[in-house]
């Protein structure tokens, strides 16, 4: 079992930056992939980050890349999520993803290629 539990999140202006913190306990073999997904109010959840936690390549969906960063601490089990330049359409409830196998291609995105999740941060940009 993977235990996940999220922290960092509040309530920003637009252009501000916010860092989020998921920790980690549990198999670590369980995790080969982290992620971060967000879900809007009324929206589907949707995956905006990914790390391949052995060799810690990177991925972002378009509506993030270049604003913001994903990374590991692996001696403290820690993924963050570095949100720079926030806009308001980046409020959202940020979860953190654990998956055994990384999945490729879109599917990294995808809630359905994750085994295990923790119970979200709120993220709140305002105009």
């Known amino acids: 079992q993977v235990q996940l539990v999220e922290s960092g999140g509040g309530s920003v202006q637009t252009g501000g930056s916010l860092r989020l913190s998921c920790a980690a306990s549990?198999?670590?073999?369980?995790?080969?992939?982290m992620a971060w997904f967000r879900q809007a109010s009324g929206k589907e959840r949707e995956g905006v980050a990914v790390?391949?936690?052995?060799?810690?390549?990177?991925f972002y969906a378009d509506s993030v890349k270049g604003r913001f960063t994903i990374s590991l601490d692996n001696a403290k089990g820690t993924v963050y999520l570095q949100m720079n330049i926030l806009q308001p359409e980046d409020t959202a409830m940020y979860y953190c993803?654990?998956?055994?196998?990384?999945?490729?291609?879109?599917?990294?995105?995808?809630?359905?290629?994750?085994?295990?999740w923790g119970q979200g941060t709120q993220v709140t940009v305002s105009s």
């Open positions: 549990g198999a670590t073999y369980s995790r080969d992939c």
């Open positions: 790390i391949h936690t052995r060799g810690g390549s990177t």
């Open positions: 993803a654990a998956s055994r196998v990384c999945p490729y291609g879109v599917s990294r995105y995808r809630t359905e290629q994750y085994n295990y």
